[in-house]
């Protein structure tokens, strides 16, 4: 049930772009990304909900297809401080998450 | 979001001993998490902390390793037990906000030698 992330690392200079993909083989209530720097907790970015709404508080964008049961977060004019590892999250039942591989992160000026 | 807590934050530990951590929160809140990050993996879920009863295992992990405590709605601890260099990782608490939406705590890094 752990849903499945790609690609496992992407390096990009500053101001690129990119897009890690989330994928589940059951249907979805909602995905979660999370964001974690080296030796740091994992950090709330996004929480996408089935129907279409998007919710989060940075500048980072992500869209969530019901049908194809996937999600994609979208880093767009990439910052340094976007380095990290990405994971996304798909809901269990009572609330909990599965958390995929993850996706590293490394922007360089 | 809530501020959680943990302790201890690290601790190098012997084969056969066992280690408490606990997680304190600044609220009260009803769903805590403990999961395990073994180095460079992913977050997995090992139990939920029920207060008031007893914990719900996720499949890989039994009581007798991980026993599990919650008192009350604001604190929670897990214990490692008869560690072995395997049980070497992050253990993390979350509490569980919006929509399910987790909040981790900072961690405690556990090296078994």
């Known amino acids: 049930q752990q849903p499945v992330q790609s690609p496992q690392a992407v390096i990009l200079r500053e101001g690129e772009d990119a897009v890690i993909n989330c994928s589940s083989s059951?249907?979805?209530?909602?995905v979660h990304w999370y964001r974690q720097k080296h030796g740091e907790a994992p950090v709330f970015l996004m929480i996408?909900?089935?129907?279409?709404e998007q919710k989060g508080h940075e500048k980072i964008s992500a869209s969530f297809n019901e049908k194809k049961q996937q999600s994609s977060l979208y880093l767009t004019a990439s910052q340094l401080s976007y380095s990290g590892t990405y994971f996304c999250?798909?809901?269990?039942?009572?609330?909990?998450?599965?958390f995929g591989a993850g996706t590293t992160v490394t922007v360089r000026a | 979001s809530a501020v959680i807590s943990q302790k201890p934050s690290r601790d190098i530990c012997q084969r056969g001993t066992s280690l408490t951590i606990q997680c304190q929160v600044d609220?009260?809140?009803?769903?805590m998490f403990w999961y395990r990050q073994q180095p460079g993996q992913s977050l997995t879920l090992i139990a939920t902390?029920?207060?008031?009863?007893?914990?719900?295992?996720e499949s890989g992990f039994v009581i007798d390793k991980f026993p599990i405590s919650r008192p009350n709605l604001t604190f929670s601890t897990l214990t490692v037990s008869n560690m072995s260099p395997e049980d070497s990782s992050i253990y993390l608490c979350?509490?569980?906000?919006?929509?399910?939406?987790?909040?981790f705590g900072p961690g405690t890094r556990l090296l078994v030698l």
């Open positions: 059951k249907a979805l209530y909602s």
């Open positions: 609220s009260q809140v009803t769903m």
């Open positions: 902390a029920n207060q008031g009863s007893e914990a719900t295992y």
């Open positions: 999250g798909t809901d269990l039942v009572d609330y909990k998450l599965s």
């Open positions: 996408l909900l089935k129907g279409g």
């Open positions: 979350s509490v569980s906000g919006f929509e399910g939406t987790q909040y």
